[in-house]
């Protein structure tokens, strides 16, 4: 007697493989739930995340959850993977970018609150009038960041006390 194991069986169990950092074992259920079923948008967007992640395929993988998330356009969890296959490749601003959009469906979403927290928030220019990449701002912004915001040196020495 064989037992058939259903794409949304292979989908489930790559998510909880995902969860625990089971990325290549993920992979390849995700593959397989794509395989069984390729017009299901949730298993094309994880599967496009699991090409990002473990063959590094940017181009495929962002295709793949692009057409997801066009498809599921309610779904936020699309959002979060296609900003999850950006961040993988260093586009931080994208990913930022896809983690609002999912937020706006979701506001609620701890998932993507959490990676929206952990990239953090980028300061305001130095200089407000000009533009963010004006060079004056730039350089005043890496004095910014070494002297920090609070105008003390880095590393400052305590300065020795006189004896009288």
Sequence with gaps: M????????????????LVHDKIDQAMENFRTAH???PANPRYRSYFGLGLA???RRFD?????????????FFNPELYHNLSRVHLAFGFKAE????????????PANLAMIDDLENLGMRQSPVLSFLPRRHPVNRLLGRVRGIWGENGEAPHAAPQAQASA
């Design 2 to 17: 064989q037992v058939s194991v259903t794409a949304e069986e292979h989908y489930r169990r790559g998510r909880e493989l």
């Design 95 to 106: 990913a930022i970018r896809y983690l609002r959009r999912g937020l706006m469906i979701d």
């Design 53 to 55: 992640l473990v063959e």
């Design 35 to 37: 395989n069984l079923d």
């Design 60 to 72: 495929r993988a962002l295709e793949l959850c692009r057409s997801a998330a066009k498809e599921e």
